[in-house]
Nanobody, 121 residues
Framework: QVQLQESGPGLVKPSQMLSLTCTVS??????????WSWIRQPPGKGLEWMGA???????YYTPSLKSRTSISWDTSKNQFSLQLTSVTPEGTPVYYC?????????????WGQGTQVTVSS
């Protein structure tokens, strides 16, 4: 069974870039038809799907974040990563990595435990 684990800094300064990594176990990022997503949840708000990378390397982003978001993978390490530029101090969102078969979005099949990121100087 696929398991996911997020890692990255818990504190980022405003206007800087946030980088997070998700390590995949029990499966491979290249497994056919799987997609690997980043999803965040600001305090008191709903889940927001940010983007995904698919088994074939194709990337998909939500339009509102597309200009600031980049998702990539390292197949040798079985990891995929999120880079979000120009972060602003909008609470302390929890960032999740997630996987799904054949689709993208918040309705993913497997989730990491989440990692909270504070944007503060």
């Amino acid at each position: 069974q696929v398991q996911l684990q997020e890692s990255g800094p818990g504190l980022v300064k405003p206007s800087q870039m946030l980088s997070l990594t998700c390590t995949v176990s029990g499966g491979s990022v290249g497994d056919s038809y799987y997609t690997w997503s980043w999803i965040r949840q600001p305090p008191g708000k709903g889940l927001e799907w940010m983007g995904a990378i698919a088994y074939d390397g194709g990337t998909y982003y939500t339009p509102s974040l597309k200009s600031r978001t980049s998702i990539s993978w390292d197949t040798s390490k079985n990891q995929f990563s999120l880079q979000l530029t120009s972060v602003t101090p909008e609470g302390t969102p929890v960032y999740y990595c997630a996987s799904a078969w054949g689709r993208v979005g918040v309705q993913s099949d497997v989730w990491g435990q989440g990692t909270q990121v504070t944007v503060s100087s």
